[in-house]
């Protein structure tokens, strides 16, 4: 399908303009945290280093505005209706400015976008949900070299679908093997690179709260297999999920209830803490959708967290027992709107190039003013100023 035409910051001329003024009030964060980004953070096992150059916060006294803008928006995907789920960003290593944005069309396909949301790639391969990645530097090996591994459920035909993103061209190619059939019916997942065995794994649940574990390996012939290792459940709809490499932690958001957390290891158990219940009065509101994760030094850093209910995004600390920091929204600006009932999130806290030299929050918009469904990038200093 060809590519559609670029629309960011100002206007659907596709011109660019300066970044919008957002109305700003303050939220006193407290602790100082070096942040790398949450697909690219170095490996505590064997030192590989991050996939790109890291950034930090500034000062002990930081502030998380309430209100941010896009800076720019991507082409909407393929399909009309609710059709956009989730997105994964790859910070590319050696161009950060030629990073890309893995976005699922749970009608239809996968779509890889660059930062100005121009659209590169859209695979028609069925009905594709969440989305997660690991970068090479960090990631799985084929035939003894490292890939940036894609995985994402697909749900026409209840399997667990690996790609490889080639770091040259930003083009997914289908890596799946003998196809991974879990016990469930698909609905989320996301992948957990384990820093004590370098193993990495899939997590996919289903509407019932059941959730299955996934051991990944190269078959041998430059594909993709898998092997379950663990399963549990919760007592109702999950989807939303990500898992901590470094910590060993697994978040998953029971939709009507709140934010599980379990540990990531396969010898885990079934044992697991709500850190964030879902109320009436917030931080999160309605249904819990999309979780992902800013890593930060020494085990500091954010989890996130979309509350479809109110169209906010609540912010946990990483560390500790997730203490709640303060919530934001995406307004429009600039010519962009602002997002409604979003689904999938993902971030990166390394430098994406001039756009976006502290990194980027990706956020799928519900509305998008009357037209299709697409995704949102904010810089992420609008949402954890530096």
């Not at 239809?108 to 790639?121: F, I, K, N, P, S």
């Amino acid at each position: 399908m060809p590519a559609m035409g670029v629309r960011q910051a100002g206007g659907r001329s596709g011109r660019w303009v300066g970044r919008p003024s957002v109305p700003r009030a303050v939220l006193t964060l407290s602790a100082a945290v070096a942040l790398a980004g949450c697909s690219a953070a170095a490996d505590p096992a064997d030192g590989t280093a991050p996939a790109a150059p890291e950034a930090s916060l500034s000062s002990a006294s930081e502030v998380l505005s309430p209100n941010v803008a896009a800076l720019v928006e991507t082409d909407p995907v393929p399909h009309t209706g609710d059709a956009a789920d989730d997105p994964a960003v790859w910070a590319n290593p050696a161009d950060p400015s030629m990073s890309a944005i893995v976005g699922t069309d749970k009608q239809g396909g996968m779509l890889v976008y660059d930062l100005t949301g121009r659209q590169l790639q859209y695979l028609p391969v069925g009905e594709m949900n969440n989305v997660d990645l690991r970068p090479a530097a960090n990631g799985f090996t084929l035939g003894g070299s490292p890939v940036v591994l894609v995985v994402s459920g697909n749900r026409s035909d209840n399997t667990i679908r690996a790609f490889v993103l080639d770091p040259d061209t930003r083009q997914l190619r289908d890596v799946a093997g003998d196809a991974i059939r879990p016990d469930l019916e698909v609905y989320g997942s996301c992948l957990y690179r384990s820093a004590t065995t370098r193993t990495v794994y899939a997590f996919v649940n289903s509407k019932e709260g059941e959730v299955e574990q996934w051991r990944l390996s190269d078959d041998g012939a430059g594909g993709v297999v898998g092997e379950q290792v663990r399963s549990f459940r919760v007592e109702s709809q999950v989807e939303g999920c990500v898992a901590d490499d470094e910590l060993g932690a697994f978040y998953l958001g029971e939709e009507t209830t709140g934010i599980w957390k379990f540990g990531a290891e396969p010898d885990a158990g079934d044992a697991g803490e709500l850190i964030a219940p879902v109320t009436e009065s917030g931080p999160l509101v309605g249904q819990v959708e999309g979780l992902t994760l800013a890593y930060g030094d020494g085990g500091a850093g954010y989890l996130i967290a979309s509350s479809q209910g109110d169209s906010s995004f609540a912010v946990f600390r990483r560390e500790g027992d997730n203490g709640y920091v303060g919530s934001f929204r995406i307004v429009p600006g600039g010519g962009i709107d602002g997002t409604d009932h979003t689904d999938g999130i993902d971030v990166v806290t390394a430098g994406l190039g001039p756009s976006f030299p502290s990194g980027v929050l990706v956020a799928q918009d519900g509305e998008n003013d009357g037209e299709g469904q697409n995704f949102k990038l904010v810089p992420l200093e609008d949402v954890l100023p530096r």
